[in-house]
């Protein structure tokens, strides 16, 4: 189009306010005008917010609705962009309408974009629509869990030649620092697998929704997001350490749990996935000789 004729965005000329800025009356009229315009921006039965003008008012409408379009559209995309998986599960145009109404329901609360979707999981198990997929809310929290993994700070992993000097009566005694991009997700369904195979690059197939639970370690130990399949229990032992249980008392619930628990297997695996990045001792139990090599402070 004719950037000569293009038509102008919309106009907002409210009235600067009587009095000097630091009057309170007038801070609360300003923001009660703000918190009207995004009550409109969001909700399509609101009208349009008084004080926006452009050449007319049908023009002034017209272009207030292509803007609130425009944002419902940037929402969308945002909860597209975090969760791909869920969007290709359900389908574009489905998955476009649940975002509209989660946007509706949990608007951004800051402008860090990436902050915009943390509720998306809990809001998909009580969309009614999507009860017949049970699971789709664990995948989503897989996709969430990579985002956060994404954005946490960095951490050096610790040099495992540390624990050497750590005798078999120490070791129930660890207290592990996990590295703070980790996140667990625990289903009852096998929402691994589903997530594995509908990411970009593989080809989908059928998979048994009675298959049994899978849990899933997503974490960042270097430049890229890995999420791995974890063994029986060791979901429950990672949450304990991360508590800042002991190993003992970590290992305690997850055999309440699950009986079958292994832990030289569930610690081969953080140590494999750089999850562990510092470790102290237990201040009741007694401190090998060269504790103050090993002991660091949390």
Do not use: C
Request: charged share 20%; aromatic share 8%.
């Amino acid at each position: 189009m004719d950037s000569a004729h293009a038509p102008n965005p919309v106009e907002v000329n409210w009235a600067r306010p009587r009095g000097p800025l630091t009057s309170i009356g007038n801070w609360h009229d300003l923001e009660q005008r703000q918190r009207n315009f995004g009550k409109a921006l969001l909700h399509t039965s609101e009208p349009m917010p008084r004080g926006l003008m452009a050449h007319g008012q049908p023009a002034a409408t017209a272009r207030f609705n292509v803007y609130r379009n425009n944002v419902f559209v940037g929402l969308v995309e945002a909860l597209k962009d975090a969760y791909p998986v869920v969007a290709r599960l359900v389908g574009g145009d489905f998955f476009a309408a649940m975002a509209r109404v989660h946007a509706v329901l949990e608007p951004p609360k800051t402008p860090v974009m990436s902050e915009y979707g943390a509720g998306f999981p809990d809001f998909i198990g009580g969309f009614e629509s999507v009860a017949t997929l049970p699971y789709l809310r664990d995948v989503a929290s897989i996709e969430r869990a990579w985002v956060e993994a994404y954005h946490a700070v960095e951490a050096a992993p610790m040099d495992l030649q540390r624990l050497a000097g750590i005798g078999p009566e120490q070791l129930s005694q660890l207290r592990f620092t996990l590295h703070p991009s980790l996140r667990v997700v625990r289903s009852r369904f096998p929402a691994f697998s589903i997530w594995r195979m509908n990411t970009e690059g593989d080809t989908p197939s059928a998979v048994d929704i009675e298959s049994g639970a899978e849990d899933t370690l997503i974490l960042r130990p270097q430049a890229e997001v890995e999420a791995r399949l974890l063994p029986r229990g060791a979901a429950i032992f990672i949450e304990g350490l991360a508590s800042g249980g002991t190993v003992a008392e970590a290992v305690e619930l997850a055999i309440g749990v699950e009986g079958r628990f292994d832990l030289t297997t569930a610690l081969v695996g953080l140590m494999e996935t750089q999850a562990l990045v510092d470790f102290s001792i237990a201040r009741d139990d007694p401190l090998p000789d060269d504790a103050d090599r090993l002991e660091t402070t949390r």
